[in-house]
Every structure is written in structure tokens, then in C-alpha cells.
């Protein structure tokens, strides 16, 4: 099978990988003094942490830009793309990543492991550390032991790489009900199955971006330079280590003179070795920073918990109480509605996570909030006199579409266009209520579907009062078209399935939604027939979006209840249902014909810059 297929790769890569490096590293070792020459060279790379390195094959800037290698024959230091010709000059094959401490093998055009050099390169440091830098150095990566092997393969033996079924380690991980709190249950269990959030957080990409808001800010790198006073921290070109300190002033060649906090001095810093120090928190932000209330570290710590293999149920309320803090009207324990915490917890983490504190979200991606859910809508508003256009874009995070029959909600005196009064039994009272509801005849005959309400979003509609025209200098009818100019990651669709105009009630229409999306024709006419468009092109799937969650509501506006179902890409595409506590598989088709309240699409095809 597939997945026994799989489990022979994983097991000849793991217990099948050379110890001895490539085929060339033993004809080296074979040469007179070859080793003494290894042991110089990584012997220099340990002790030049405080010396920045520079190509000696190229010139000004250019010098210290790049991936820089030592020669193990020679005192050649030369960037990745100068080893070739170095090689050819003199034949020498073999060079050290200066970052890494890695052996790089010209011949074989790819890095090798070689357990003497290994050997030499931890002997080396440990007799010629700076303690400064080297308390920084990465731990290399160690070839597995016959005891680390023995144990893999029982592994491989009693545990199947992927399970169909359920299997730990998947972020299949039920969590409690704390009180109504279903509506937050079903959006966590969304955005921990989105893969760009999950691989973000997984990475401590939040840790690590020192952009958590109630910790510090980072700012961006000055590329123009620094004033004398700037607070910075400086590392050295061979460590990963920073240190604190303040610019004293900037050299004639374009280095930095920096004192650090500790005292000592370094008289000629490159400048991208220098970063901003972090911005402290506010007083205020200060004051209510107890190190749980940042929800960007609460939802890490969600993450982490649901990908660690443990299949019990746990408790989200650390996540709960931080947007609580943040979102007033959200706290207690009365029921909500899981599309408006959705918007409230994006908002509170592209703000702890360092956007800006107020407003709607910008285009710029400043987090990664931004970068996976911000589009761009686009509105034209065209004169009927003279055909001028007034053109707005504004970002969104989700697309709320109208389900009704009819486009607009009716008055009491136009029931028969679509609503009408029915008497409903109250089962809290005991008695009947009368409430409003799209009557049987204005029922559409066939199951409306997710691009027929894109399709009305997307409509051009006359507006009801007349606009102000600048080329008629007058006030004329006009029309009103939506579309979207910039399409996001992840596009979230939200079906407006509670009214509350005249009276508050629910809206139970069919909507059929696809397992595969194609968002052109719902796209901008300037983006479509733009220069980098790609109309017309039938392999081209840009703007094709996959479905990975739902979110489904059962009941009525008073008594309801919310669960989600998450497809597993790592578990072959198949369908999962949350529900609280519990988790049950299920199939595309019960996914496909659920109701839907809320729906997460995933670009196909990222696109990188």
C-alpha cells in the first residue's frame, strides 16, 4: 500500500544515510596534512566571530552580501556562487559553510556529513570558543546512534506513518464546552486546521518576530542608517546571538562605532548586523500584561497543545479570558455568535500581534493576520448620464452574502413578495408566538448555491438616491457594482442566516456549496484584463480556492448550538466533525450537504514575492 510505501522511504532515508560523507571526503583525507589544514580552517571559523569575513573574489558591498564558504585546502573565503570558479583554479573541491559549520562538497554539488570532520569542528571550538559569540552556536546535527536506530524502526513497525482513522498528533483534539462556549469551539477548531496559521504558530513564529504586542514591538531595519543615540542590538557575523547596546556615532566606510550594555565597545559594526531594540509596551498595556491576556501567545499555546499527540480533551479558556479582556461585549457565559467572535479574535490578534491598534486592517501586511485573511473589495459607482466612475477599494477579512429570495427585506405591507406572519409554537411557554418567515411560495423550487450569492454580491444595482456627479456637476442617478480587486489566502464566506430586522429570526434556506471554488469571475474587470492576468488560460488555477472548514449552526436564534467539520490534508483529505468534546470522521458528502453558517476557503496555489 501507499502507506507501507511511504513507511519504506521514511525507514531507507533514516537508517540508510552515509556516515562517512560523499565519495570525495576520503580521498581528501587521504592527502598529506589534509586534516591539519581542516583543523586550521574550522579552527579560524571559530575565532572569527569578531572579524567580519568577506569574499576575496569580489569587491565593495558585494563582498559582504551572500552565503559565505572557507576553502578546507586553502585560506580561499569565497560566496556560494565564486566556489566554482575557485575549483577550477585550483582543483579543491571541499569548503565550510562560515554560518553553519557544514561541509559543502563542489564535485557532488550538495552538503555531506563526515564524522571526522565533525569531530575536529567540536574540538575546535571547544579549545578556541569566544565566550561571547559561542554561546549562541547552533548544536550540529548528529547522525542517529545504533540505539536511536533500533528504536525507529520498532516504531515504524507498530505505528503507521498516516491512519485513516483517528490518529494522534493531527490537531484532532476535542475541547470543553466551558458554558455555552460552543461558538468558540467551532472558530478555534477553523483556524488551527488553516495550514498557513498552524505552520506559523507551530514554528514560534511569534516568539521569534518579537511582535507580540503586550512584550514589546520590533520596527523594521533602518536600510538607511542609524543616528548616534539609537537604541540597536549588534551580533557578530558568526553568531545568532544579540546584544544590547546604543550607536555612538557611524563611520567613514559605512560601519557603526556601538557601545554595548555591558560596557565594552565595538568600533566597526556592518550595518546588517544591526537591528532596532525592541519598543516597550505602554504603561496601560504594561499594567494588564500578566503573560496570558496576549492572544496571539494564548492561541500559540492552543496550537501546541492540539498538535502535541494527546488525544483527551482539554480547555481553551486561557483564550477565552484573553479576548474577554480585549472584547468587552463578548465576556460572560450567554451564547454568541461565532461569526462576530471570529471578527473580534482576528482583530485583538492583528493588534497583539503588532498591527495597528485601531482601525480597519490595511492592504500592507503588517502580521500574519494580515497576510492570510485581507482582501480587497472593490466599488464602482457609475453615472447613467455620462458614465463617469468613482472607484473605491476597501480591505475585508470576510464576505457576509444575503441567502434571501428577494434582495432586500420586505415591510409588513409587502408580505406577498416574498415573507409572511405564521403562528410558531413557543416551547419555553407552552403557547404560540408569531413570528416572520420567507412563506412557501417565494421559496426558491431548487436549492439556492454559494456562487448564486456570489453572483448577487457581484450584481450591478441602481442605487435608490442620486449621487453627486463631478463631470455633470450635478446630482444623477447612478449604479453600484462589487467586486474584488485583491483576493486573500484564505477567503472566509459568511451566510446571513439571522435577521433582525422587524423581527429577529433565523433563516434555514438550503445553500449548496462547492468542495472547489473558482473565484475569477467574481474578480475586478481591471484585475481581469490586467497585464499579469491570466484569463483565457484553462490550466491557470490563481484564483481556484479548496475548502477546509465549515461552521454550521442547529436550532433557532433562542435555543442553538454550533459544530464545524476540518479536513485533515496530512490524513489523506478526509473530513472531520468537532463537537465540543467529541471528534467523529466523517465524509464529504455530509460535509457538502450540511447547512453552513460559515465557510473557509484555501487558495490552491500560493503565490510568493
Given at each position: 500500500s501507499s502507506r507501507s510505501a511511504m513507511g519504506e522511504r521514511l525507514r531507507w532515508k533514516y537508517l540508510g544515510g552515509r556516515e562517512d560523507g560523499c565519495p570525495h571526503t576520503p580521498v581528501f583525507k587521504s592527502k598529506p596534512r589534509a586534516l591539519d589544514n581542516a583543523a586550521k580552517a574550522f579552527t579560524f571559523l571559530h575565532t572569527s566571530s569578531r572579524t567580519?569575513?568577506?569574499?576575496?573574489?569580489?569587491?565593495?558591498?558585494?563582498?559582504?552580501?551572500?552565503?559565505?564558504?572557507?576553502?578546507?585546502?586553502?585560506?580561499?573565503?569565497g560566496q556560494r556562487d565564486r566556489l566554482a570558479a575557485h575549483s577550477e583554479r585550483t582543483g579543491h573541491y571541499l569548503f565550510v559553510d562560515v554560518s553553519s559549520k557544514h561541509v559543502y562538497c563542489h564535485t557532488c554539488a550538495d552538503y555531506v556529513y563526515d564524522g571526522e570532520f565533525e569531530?575536529?569542528?567540536?574540538?575546535?571550538?571547544?579549545?578556541?570558543?569566544?565566550?561571547?559569540?559561542?554561546?549562541?552556536?547552533?548544536?550540529?546535527?548528529l547522525p542517529p546512534t545504533a540505539r536511536d536506530r533500533t528504536a525507529f524502526s520498532r516504531h515504524m513497525e507498530q505505528q503507521p506513518v498516516i491512519s485513516s482513522s483517528f490518529t494522534p498528533g493531527l490537531g484532532l483534539r476535542g475541547l470543553c464546552n466551558l458554558g455555552n462556549s460552543c461558538f468558540t469551539s467551532c472558530v478555534i477548531q477553523a483556524l488551527v486546521h488553516n495550514p498557513l496559521l498552524r505552520n506559523y504558530f507551530l514554528m514560534g513564529r511569534h516568539k521569534k518576530s518579537n511582535?507580540?504586542?503586550?512584550?514589546?514591538?520590533?520596527?523594521?531595519?533602518?536600510?538607511?542608517?542609524?543616528?548616534?543615540?539609537?537604541?540597536?542590538?549588534a551580533r557578530w557575523s558568526s553568531s545568532l546571538r544579540w546584544y544590547s547596546g546604543v550607536i555612538q556615532k557611524q563611520n567613514e566606510n559605512k560601519t557603526y562605532e556601538v557601545l554595548y550594555d555591558d560596557g565594552d565597545t565595538e568600533h566597526e559594526v556592518l550595518l546588517s548586523l544591526i537591528r532596532p531594540a525592541l519598543e516597550k509596551p505602554s504603561a496601560n498595556e504594561t499594567a494588564t500584561a500578566k503573560g496570558d491576556k496576549c492572544l496571539g501567545c494564548a492561541l500559540g499555546s492552543i496550537f501546541f497543545d492540539m498538535y502535541s499527540g494527546e488525544t483527551k480533551q482539554f480547555s481553551a479558556h486561557k483564550l477565552l479570558y484573553s479576548v474577554w479582556q480585549n472584547s468587552k461585549h463578548l465576556a460572560g457565559y450567554s451564547q454568541q455568535d461565532a461569526h462576530e467572535f471570529?471578527?473580534?479574535?482576528?482583530?485583538?490578534?492583528?493588534?497583539?500581534?503588532?498591527?495597528?491598534?485601531?482601525?480597519?486592517?490595511?492592504?500592507?501586511?503588517?502580521?500574519?493576520?494580515?497576510?492570510?485573511?485581507?482582501?480587497?473589495?472593490?466599488?464602482?459607482?457609475?453615472?447613467?448620464?455620462?458614465?463617469?466612475?468613482?472607484?473605491?477599494i476597501d480591505p475585508f477579512w470576510d464576505i457576509s452574502l444575503d441567502i434571501r429570495p428577494i434582495?432586500?427585506?420586505?415591510?409588513?405591507?409587502?408580505?406577498?413578495?416574498?415573507?409572511?406572519?405564521?403562528?410558531?409554537?413557543?416551547?419555553?411557554?407552552?403557547?404560540?408566538?408569531?413570528?416572520?418567515?420567507?412563506?412557501?411560495?417565494?421559496?426558491?423550487?431548487?436549492?439556492?448555491?454559494?456562487?448564486?450569492c456570489l453572483n448577487r454580491y457581484v450584481r450591478t444595482e441602481q442605487l435608490s438616491s442620486s449621487i453627486f456627479c463631478d463631470k455633470c456637476a450635478?446630482?444623477?442617478?447612478?449604479?453600484?457594482?462589487?467586486?474584488?480587486?485583491?483576493?486573500?489566502?484564505?477567503?472566509?464566506?459568511?451566510?446571513?442566516?439571522?435577521?433582525?430586522?422587524?423581527?429577529?429570526?433565523?433563516i434555514d434556506s438550503i445553500v449548496r456549496f462547492p468542495e472547489t471554488l473558482d473565484m475569477k469571475p467574481y474578480l475586478a474587470e481591471s484585475v481581469r484584463a490586467g497585464p499579469d492576468a491570466k484569463v483565457g488560460d484553462v490550466d491557470d488555477d490563481s484564483y481556484v480556492y479548496s475548502l477546509f472548514a465549515v461552521i454550521n449552526h442547529h436550532g433557532t436564534m433562542q435555543q442553538g448550538h454550533y459544530t464545524s467539520?476540518?479536513?485533515?490534508?496530512?490524513?489523506?483529505?478526509?473530513?472531520?466533525?468537532?463537537?465540543?468534546?467529541?471528534?467523529?470522521?466523517?465524509?464529504?458528502?455530509?460535509?457538502?450537504?450540511s447547512e453552513g453558517y460559515m465557510l473557509f476557503y484555501i487558495k490552491k496555489r500560493l503565490e510568493y514575492e
Open positions: 567580519p569575513l568577506r569574499c576575496m573574489d569580489s569587491e565593495g558591498d558585494e563582498a559582504w552580501k551572500g552565503r559565505l564558504h572557507v576553502c578546507l585546502h586553502c585560506v580561499f573565503v569531530r575536529i569542528s567540536r574540538r575546535t571550538r571547544a579549545e578556541c570558543v569566544n565566550p561571547r559569540a559561542g554561546a549562541a552556536m547552533n548544536s550540529p546535527w511582535r507580540c504586542r503586550l512584550q514589546g514591538i520590533r520596527p523594521e531595519p533602518k536600510r538607511s542608517g542609524y543616528n548616534a543615540g539609537d537604541a540597536i542590538e471570529f471578527l473580534a479574535l482576528l482583530d485583538g490578534l492583528h493588534v497583539h500581534l503588532g498591527g495597528a491598534p485601531s482601525g480597519p486592517p490595511g492592504l500592507s501586511a503588517s502580521t500574519i493576520i494580515q497576510q492570510i485573511f485581507t482582501g480587497a473589495l472593490q466599488s464602482d459607482v457609475t453615472c447613467t448620464s455620462c458614465g463617469a466612475i468613482s472607484t473605491t434582495a432586500h427585506m420586505p415591510t409588513p405591507q409587502k408580505l406577498s413578495s416574498g415573507f409572511e406572519f405564521v403562528d410558531e409554537p413557543c416551547t419555553a411557554t407552552g403557547s404560540s408566538r408569531v413570528v416572520l418567515k420567507p412563506s412557501a411560495a417565494a421559496a426558491p423550487t431548487e436549492p439556492c448555491t454559494l456562487e448564486d450635478s446630482r444623477q442617478q447612478a449604479t453600484k457594482r462589487m467586486s474584488m480587486s485583491e483576493l486573500p489566502m484564505v477567503v472566509c464566506f459568511h451566510l446571513k442566516r439571522f435577521e433582525h430586522e422587524l423581527q429577529a429570526f433565523k467539520y476540518v479536513r485533515l490534508a496530512q490524513a489523506g483529505e478526509e473530513w472531520f466533525k468537532c463537537d465540543d468534546e467529541t471528534i467523529h470522521q466523517a465524509t464529504s458528502a455530509e460535509v457538502l450537504s
